[in-house]
T-cell receptor, first 111, second 114 residues
Framework: GENVEQHPSTLSVQEGDSAVIKCTYS??????FPWYKQELGKGPQLIID?????GEKKDQRIAVTLNKTAKHFSLHITETQPEDSAVYFC??????????FGTGTSLTVIP | NAGVMQNPRHLVRRRGQEARLRCSPM?????VYWYRQLPEEGLKFMVY????????ESGMPKERFSAEFPKEGPSILRIQQVVRGDSAAYFC????????????FGSGTRLTVV
């Protein structure tokens, strides 16, 4: 089955700096890679996703890159703000119906 | 348009009791997925259901756990004879169709077994 690894597990950045979270996956059949933000006591919220036919996608301060050959994808948050503080999860999915999640990155943006 | 609704938000059960977790998908969504999140871990898939059918239960423990999504009413995740190791956050997600696009998660039910 698919195995998704995520790094780092914790990340602290100064407000205004960039944050980068990296994930690797094992199953070359995976073709959909969403990123979720989870705030304390809440469910995961989809913030951006990318499909395997695209190498990069951007939405305002958030971008995701995908390297299919190396089987890794990354989340980039620029100009970080305190409200970006949360736990971020990457996930991978292929032809099946389930997502395989990474173990999460706890991001702290220091004002 | 309400999102995915889960209740209760918090549930405390004594060892050996039964836990019933409910999930009402978003309006127009007929596919429901249940995930479990242990403390400081990612979400683990449990089961995928459509109305009146279990499509994929490969992530469900073989004993004590069951799920249903009846024609009318919410999806139910049922845990019989709970043990302390069942303590976790249980999240439900819904989507409009097959495949993994368009997942929307609920706020979860936090089960504590004492």
């Amino acid at each position: 089955g698919e195995n998704v690894e995520q790094h780092p597990s914790t990340l602290s950045v100064q407000e205004g700096d960039s944050a980068v979270i990296k994930c690797t996956y094992s199953d070359s059949a995976s073709n959909y890679f969403p990123w979720y933000k989870q705030e304390l006591g809440k469910g995961p919220q989809l913030i951006i996703d990318i499909r395997s036919n695209v190498g990069e996608k951007k939405d305002q301060r958030i971008a995701v890159t995908l390297n299919k050959t190396a089987k890794h994808f990354s989340l980039h948050i620029t100009e970080t703000q305190p409200e970006d503080s949360a736990v971020y999860f990457c996930a991978a999915s292929g032809s099946g119906n389930q997502f395989y999640f990474g173990t999460g990155t706890s991001l702290t943006v220091i004002p | 348009n309400a999102g995915v609704m889960q209740n209760p938000r918090h549930l405390v059960r004594r060892r050996g009791q039964e836990a019933r977790l409910r999930c009402s998908p978003m309006k127009g969504h007929s596919h429901v997925y249940w995930y479990r999140q242990l403390p400081e871990e990612g979400l683990k898939f449990m089961v995928y259901l459509q109305k009146e059918n279990i499509i994929d239960e490969s992530g469900m423990p073989k004993e004590r756990f069951s799920a249903e999504f009846p024609k009318e009413g919410p999806s139910i995740l049922r845990i019989q004879q709970v043990v302390r190791g069942d303590s976790a956050a249980y999240f439900c997600a819904s989507s409009t169709g097959t495949g993994a696009y368009g997942y929307t998660f609920g706020s979860g039910t936090r089960l504590t077994v004492v």
